[in-house]
């Protein structure tokens, strides 16, 4: 019964480099979201995407890209990393609205731009 | 500019009595509020929600309380247990949005 996995749970980039933080769910669900936490902050939402072929920027979306080219993934790009993007990421899905219809959470992705 | 706030950034508390989180929010649109929990390493976990047609809903020993003109909420625990420690963030939604807003987190720590 995997849910949402996100793959790597840890990686350091340098600065300038770039990397696609992956995430995939096995519950059928339409909505799915990206998410960033820093140290004593709480998430803070950076894409979503309603369904396969939609995507929609969140609170903090400058410096990521994102695509949903199938309902299961639901990947997250960052193109230049700066040290200011050194944070947890994580992703999550609902089934559609996530007032009435619980967001499932992965584990996290813990990112360190040096 | 942080529209849910949770101005307790710990609470301990002993085993057996009631852990109160608080919540704050500015934005008078919101008119859902849901509750999650995490463990480390862990992504969050829902616990429970409340609409803004309701001032309080209970699931077991989590009650949720909602002052609508007060633009406040609390989570009740009770009885505390230590499998409970953890941190629990206050998150809302405004209608026809398709996001959540999520405070800063408060960790509970309860003590055997």
């Known amino acids: 019964n995997a849910g949402v996995t996100q793959t790597p749970k840890f990686r350091i980039l340098k600065i300038g480099q770039s990397m696609t933080l992956q995430c995939t769910q096995d519950?059928?669900?339409?909505?799915m979201y990206w998410y960033r936490q820093d140290p004593g902050m709480g998430l803070k939402l950076i894409y979503y995407s309603v369904g396969a072929g939609i995507t929609d920027k969140g609170e903090v979306p400058n410096g990521y890209n994102v695509s949903r080219s199938t309902t299961e993934d639901f990947p997250l790009r960052l193109e230049l990393a700066a040290p200011s993007q050194t944070s947890v990421y994580f992703c999550?899905?609902?089934?559609?609205?996530?007032?009435?219809?619980?967001?499932?959470f992965g584990d996290g992705t813990r990112l360190s731009i040096l | 500019d942080q529209q849910v706030k949770q101005n307790s950034p710990s609470l301990s508390v002993q085993e057996g009595r009631i852990s109160i989180l608080n919540c704050d929010y500015t934005?008078?649109?919101?008119?859902?509020f849901l509750w999650y929990k995490k463990y480390p390493a862990e992504g969050p976990t829902f616990l429970i929600s409340i609409s803004s047609i309701k001032d309080k809903n209970e699931d077991g020993r989590f009650t949720v309380f909602l002052n609508k003109s007060a633009k406040h909420l609390s989570l009740h625990i009770v009885p505390s247990q230590p499998g409970d420690s953890a941190v629990y963030f206050c998150a809302a939604s405004e209608g026809g949005a398709n996001n959540l807003f999520f405070g800063t987190g408060t960790r509970l720590t309860v003590i055997p």
């Open positions: 934005n008078s649109m919101f008119d859902y």
């Open positions: 519950m059928n669900h339409n909505y």
């Open positions: 999550a899905s609902s089934y559609s609205d996530p007032r009435f219809n619980t967001q499932h």
